[in-house]
C-alpha cells in the first residue's frame, strides 16, 4: 500500500539538474507526489519542475529537471553521501498501482 510520506531518493555524487528515468511499467492512481532536495536543514520543493514522468506515470524514458539551487547539499541516506532528491507521496489518493523502474541516470550540465 502507500502512504503519505513514502518516498523514492534518487542521489548522485554531483549536483545535477536533469534526472533521466526510465519507467518500465507506469504507475496508476490518483496519488500525488512532492518533488524535493536537501538544503543542509529540511527538504524543499525543487525550483522550476518539469516532471515528464508525470508522477511515474508515464512509461518509458523522460525526464525530470529543475533549477539547482545553491543551498543544495550533501546528505548521508543508507550510508550514502550524495546530492539527493526525492519524490515523496503528499496524497496517497486511490486506485494505486506501482510504477517499476527500469533504470536512472543523471545529467550534471549545470
Known amino acids: 500500500t502507500l502512504a503519505v510520506n513514502d518516498a523514492y531518493y534518487l542521489g548522485h555524487e554531483d549536483k545535477f539538474k536533469i534526472l533521466i528515468l526510465d519507467v518500465g511499467q507506469a504507475g496508476g492512481g490518483t496519488y500525488i507526489l512532492a518533488w524535493e532536495y536537501w538544503n543542509g536543514a ?24 529543475h533549477t539547482p539551487q545553491g543551498d543544495c547539499a550533501l546528505a548521508t541516506i543508507q550510508g550514502m553521501k550524495l546530492y539527493w532528491l526525492r519524490a515523496r507521496v503528499t496524497d496517497a489518493g486511490s486506485g494505486y498501482s506501482q510504477p517499476l523502474g527500469t533504470w536512472a541516470r543523471v545529467r550534471r550540465d549545470i
Open 42 to 65: 529540511a527538504w524543499a520543493a525543487l525550483v522550476d519542475l518539469n516532471d515528464g514522468t508525470n508522477s511515474f506515470k508515464n512509461a518509458y524514458t523522460n525526464e525530470v529537471s
